[in-house]
């Protein structure tokens, strides 16, 4: 069945170009001419839709499997009383219509010899070659357990490693589950229940993330009839209600008239162009009652039209944008930045002349193919001379990887591997398969990550590091420092930041910003054998500072009172003066004062925002300049990521610079950072730099400045 055909036996009131409807052209196949017998007629029909997209493919080969699979399987029979080979050739039929090269259908005419007759892989090897091999190997796996709710899991692992190594696996999977589920009347209801919900769990999924679109919206269709019978028929009265409005009223098909006035306007523009109407499937007018609540007559379809250039499509586009009125929240842009399933197309929607709002897609016949068949429109991917149908041949260390692997199959296959038991795989499976949009990001090499939409630089640091990643203490998002936690998006470049600290490792709290499994699985198995390390967070734990005083917990900063270098105030010499908490002013800053409550002067740096303030407010600067005395005291602010034994770093590097500490505070982490607060006793102020480039230099600080509060003007 087509992306969106509204009912597989419906009559479509539309006129549109043939579309590909598998169910409809798969009981003509089996169903075969009176004059001739019924099972070569259905392999005739197979050879007919193979040659229409490979006009040159030698047909011979699906003829030789035809017959080993016809007398292989004769005698047996399917449940719902038909002949067993009926089949293998709905399946390889399926796969036809859609495009698959040779080698695919023949592998798929075969798929069951092995496992159900005694046919032997090294006959079929013999036969059809290592290719035909190889893919009857790879389904036959995945069909020697049973669907049970303890060998799912496994049965889906297997499915995804041979996946990994060969799509075609997979397209001859989901063609054999859209079949048996056409056929799935004849089993009990709850058996047909269970089946249903894992095709809708992983199976409909797996079909989106491959691009094969024409099996996963009848895949839809059929497991929205089994799971939500009621709403099924709702919607199903709703179409035949729409489709049998325009022969009882007389009145045009909304559609209709957009569709005449778009091909009037392309024709005039001089652009070639083909206008069709795109009937939505069950679950999309499903999907579209429940978002808009009333259905208009524009909500059963969609206009599709069809160019031949990529540089059509935004020509067509500035048409339609041109002569009707545009929805722009309605615009997407897939065709510069395609889906990671290999779509590509124009989304927009206009409005027509009497209001009706009608959404149209844009795209090329090549991107249309892509669109319906995904990953079985490319062919064989290990072909040596990129001829449909050609044989490729087997590496020469025997290990196999498809050139065309997606690269979140390769990310699937990665974490699969990790994961600890089949209940893990199976619910880390489903949410990974729930996640429909990929992002990618730019590493600082020139390198890139794919990652779902919503990731995190936690997920960013697992994609890249591996379980090195449990070292990371922050990262960098397009040149600014940035948490673990921090929402990456499509285009940014990302640097996570790795501690020197071998000891460190993450917290609980990274499960609340991972999104891919790899990271989640990777964090859950670090804190599972580092549970001693998980009952506070880093940077968290009380730490004791040279005074002996605990400062875990402490929430704020405290201020000592001023020693040391001290200004003399040159207006008022007998005045008492107090340095600003605000600004921590030390020699040789600038500096001015301001006269405060009880007549002292509080003395600020120059470059202070509160002195601006007190300007403004009309206040009077008073004159000051620094004493004598070289010692200052200078309160300063440490940020830094959370790490084991950072405050007694960073305490060292105090010390060794030879400033004693009056007061230090840390405040509980907050997303990963944690704020350290110093007052410090210098016994030179000419050492402050070095003070703080040599706290900056501390694994794991990003920054040291002096300390800034609000001050009252």
């Known amino acids: 069945m087509s992306a969106e055909a509204a009912s597989?036996?419906?009559?479509?009131?539309?006129?549109?170009?043939p579309r590909i409807d598998l169910r409809r052209l798969g009981r003509v196949a089996l169903r075969g001419s009176t004059s001739r017998d019924r099972l070569p007629d259905a392999i005739g029909h197979v050879a007919e839709a193979h040659r229409a997209h490979h006009p040159d493919a030698d047909l011979s080969i699906l003829h030789r499997a035809y017959v080993l699979a016809e007398s292989s399987h004769r005698g047996q029979m399917r449940k719902s009383g038909e002949p067993y080979i009926t089949h293998p050739?709905?399946?390889?039929l399926i796969l036809a219509q859609l495009g698959a090269e040779t080698t695919t259908l023949t592998a798929s005419l075969l798929h069951d010899t092995v496992e159900d007759t005694e046919v032997t892989l090294d006959q079929v090897q013999e036969e059809f070659g290592d290719e035909v091999r190889y893919l009857v190997d790879g389904v036959t796996k995945l069909e020697k357990v049973d669907y049970g709710a303890a060998a799912e899991p496994e049965t889906f692992r297997k499915m995804l490693?041979?996946?990994g190594d060969d799509v075609r696996v997979m397209s001859i999977k989901l063609a054999d589950r859209l079949h048996n589920m056409r056929t799935l009347g004849v089993m009990r209801p709850e058996k047909q229940a269970r089946i249903a919900k894992v095709t809708q769990d992983v199976l409909i999924p797996l079909a989106e993330r491959l691009g094969v679109q024409a099996l996963k919206t009848e895949l839809e269709d059929l497991v929205f009839a089994i799971l939500h019978p009621e709403e099924y028929e709702r919607t199903r009265a709703l179409i035949?209600?729409?489709?049998?409005?325009?022969?009882?009223?007389?009145?045009?098909?909304?559609?209709?008239?957009?569709?005449?006035?778009?091909t009037t306007v392309l024709r005039e523009a001089g652009i070639p162009a083909e206008v069709l109407i795109r009937p939505r499937h069950f679950v999309s007018v499903y999907r579209v009652g429940a978002k808009r609540g009333?259905?208009?007559?524009?909500?059963?379809?969609?206009?599709?039209?069809?160019?031949?250039?990529?540089?059509?499509?935004?020509?067509?586009?500035?048409?339609?944008?041109t002569c009707f009125t545009p929805v722009i929240s309605e615009f997407k842009d897939f065709v510069a930045a395609p889906k990671f399933n290999l779509y590509q197309s124009l989304h927009t929607a206009v409005v027509g002349p009497d209001g009706a709002v009608a959404e149209i897609l844009i795209r090329t016949h090549r991107m249309h193919k892509v669109a319906e068949a995904g990953v079985i429109a490319l062919g064989n991917p290990y072909a040596s001379d990129g001829a449909p149908g050609s044989q490729g041949s087997e590496p020469a260390d025997g290990e196999r990887a498809d050139p065309t692997r997606p690269g979140w199959l390769s990310r699937l296959?990665?974490?699969?591997?990790?994961?600890?038991?089949?209940?893990?795989?199976w619910t880390t499976l489903r949410a990974d398969l729930a996640q429909d949009r990929e992002i990618t990001v730019f590493r600082t090499d020139g390198g890139t990550l794919g990652l779902?939409?919503?990731?995190?630089?936690?997920?960013?640091?697992?994609?890249?590091?591996?379980?090195?990643?449990?070292?990371c203490i922050g990262a960098r998002v397009n040149g600014r420092l940035a948490t673990l936690g921090t929402v990456l998006h499509d285009g940014d470049t990302v640097q996570p930041l790795l501690a020197e600290d071998a000891a460190s490792g993450p917290s609980p709290d990274w499960l609340d910003h991972a999104r891919t499994p790899a990271a989640r699985i990777a964090i859950s198995g670090w804190l599972d054998t580092h549970p001693e390390d998980t009952r506070a967070p880093h940077g968290a734990r009380p730490e004791r500072t040279g005074a002996g005083q605990p400062t875990g917990h402490a929430r704020t900063a405290a201020f000592a009172e001023p020693a040391g270098a001290v200004p003399t105030v040159t207006d008022r010499p007998d005045a008492s003066v107090r340095i600003a908490g605000c600004c921590t002013p030390a020699p040789p800053d600038a500096v001015t004062g301001f006269v405060v409550h009880g007549g002292a002067v509080t003395v600020h740096r120059q470059a202070c925002s509160a002195v601006t303030r007190m300007r403004s407010a009309g206040r009077t600067p008073v004159g000051v300049s620094w004493g004598e005395a070289t010692d200052c005291r200078v309160t300063l602010v440490a940020e830094s990521f959370g790490?084991?034994?950072l405050l007694a770093d960073l305490t060292e590097a105090i010390a060794t610079a030879g400033a004693a500490i009056v007061s230090a505070t840390v405040e509980p982490p907050s997303e990963q950072r944690v704020r350290h607060t110093y007052t410090l006793e210098l016994p030179d102020a000419a050492g402050l730099p070095a003070l703080m480039r040599a706290m900056r230099e501390v694994p794991g600080v990003y920054d040291v400045s002096r300390a800034h509060r609000p001050a009252a003007v």
């Open 8 to 17: 597989p036996g419906a009559p479509i009131r539309r006129r549109a170009r």
């Open 240 to 262: 035949a209600a729409a489709q049998g409005d325009g022969s009882t009223t007389g009145r045009q098909d909304p559609l209709t008239a957009i569709s005449e006035n778009v």
């Open 643 to 645: 790490r084991p034994r």
């Open 89 to 92: 050739l709905a399946v390889t």
């Open 294 to 321: 009333e259905l208009r007559g524009t909500d059963f379809g969609r206009l599709l039209v069809l160019v031949g250039e990529d540089a059509d499509c935004y020509a067509v586009l500035g048409e339609l944008h």
């Open 452 to 471: 779902p939409a919503g990731a995190s630089c936690v997920d960013a640091a697992y994609a890249q590091y591996g379980d090195a990643a449990h070292h």
């Open 161 to 163: 490693v041979a996946t």
């Open 413 to 425: 296959l990665e974490w699969q591997q990790s994961a600890p038991d089949p209940d893990t795989f």
